[in-house]
């Protein structure tokens, strides 16, 4: 199975800045990735697909780039809502897998 | 578009239990459905797909012979029939559409049901 590693594991960060996820995949996976992102008790929100495309009502402060095994989503200006745990996910090959995820918290 | 899991519940190891995935808004034949679990407190992990025509299925190793995922596209449902379950089975089950033919990303998920394997 290709294994996916988020990092970092846990952020803290402040309403404003700018951060930026990495996910790292254990084989070539060209560009198929996704990326989502999860609220306590809520099912997991398609960010991003196709590494880089944001899926419609996403705000364009996400951004997704990458290719290969090396991956990143940039959140640029956060806000509030954006406080969740985020995931990516390659869909190169079976089984499908996630990464361990990164929960991102306020400073 | 809607996808709404049912059958979850506290059941005993090596004791079987069916999800049901029930959809609305779209044409279920159309789409191929996934589910994706995710136990308490840990990650998300992909368990099963079934084609949009249910010719084809998948199945993460582990559940690979004790899972049967299956649809029935007049009752806009899909479901997951769990044998010989244990411990580590226990999560939230979620019912997940892929939006493309070939690329299996998932645009919508339903809330989830409650998978509690435990004697």
């Known amino acids: 199975a290709i294994r996916m590693t988020q990092s970092p594991s846990s952020l803290s960060a402040s309403t404003g800045d700018r951060v930026t996820i990495s996910c790292r995949a254990s084989?070539?996976?060209?560009?198929?990735l996704a990326w989502y992102q999860q609220k306590p008790g809520k099912a997991p929100k398609l960010l991003i697909s196709?590494?880089?495309t944001l899926q419609s009502g996403v705000p364009s402060r996400f951004s997704g780039s990458g290719s290969g095994t090396d991956f990143t989503l940039t959140i640029n200006s956060l806000q509030s809502e954006d406080f969740a745990t985020y995931y990516c996910?390659?869909?190169?090959?079976?089984?499908?897998?996630f990464g361990q995820g990164t929960k991102l918290e306020i400073k | 578009v809607q996808l709404v899991e049912s059958g979850g519940g506290m059941v005993q190891p090596g004791r079987s239990l069916r999800l049901s995935c029930a959809v609305s808004?779209?044409?279920?034949?159309?789409?191929?459905i996934h589910w994706v679990r995710q136990a308490p407190g840990k990650g998300l992990e992909w368990v099963a797909e079934?084609?949009?025509?249910?010719?084809?299925?998948y199945y993460l190793d582990s559940v690979e012979g004790r899972f049967t995922i299956s649809r029935d596209d007049s009752n806009r449902t899909v479901n997951l029939q769990m044998n010989s379950l244990r411990a580590e089975d226990t999560a939230v089950y979620y019912c997940?559409?892929?939006?493309?033919?070939?690329?299996?990303?998932?645009?919508?998920w339903g809330q989830g049901t409650l998978v509690t394997v435990s004697s």
């Open positions: 997940a559409r892929q939006l493309g033919s070939f690329t299996a990303y998932f645009d919508h």
């Open positions: 808004g779209f044409t279920l034949s159309g789409y191929a």
């Open positions: 079934i084609s949009f025509d249910a010719t084809k299925t």
């Open positions: 084989q070539e996976i060209s560009t198929y």
């Open positions: 196709a590494t880089s």
């Open positions: 996910q390659q869909y190169y090959g079976y089984p499908y897998t």
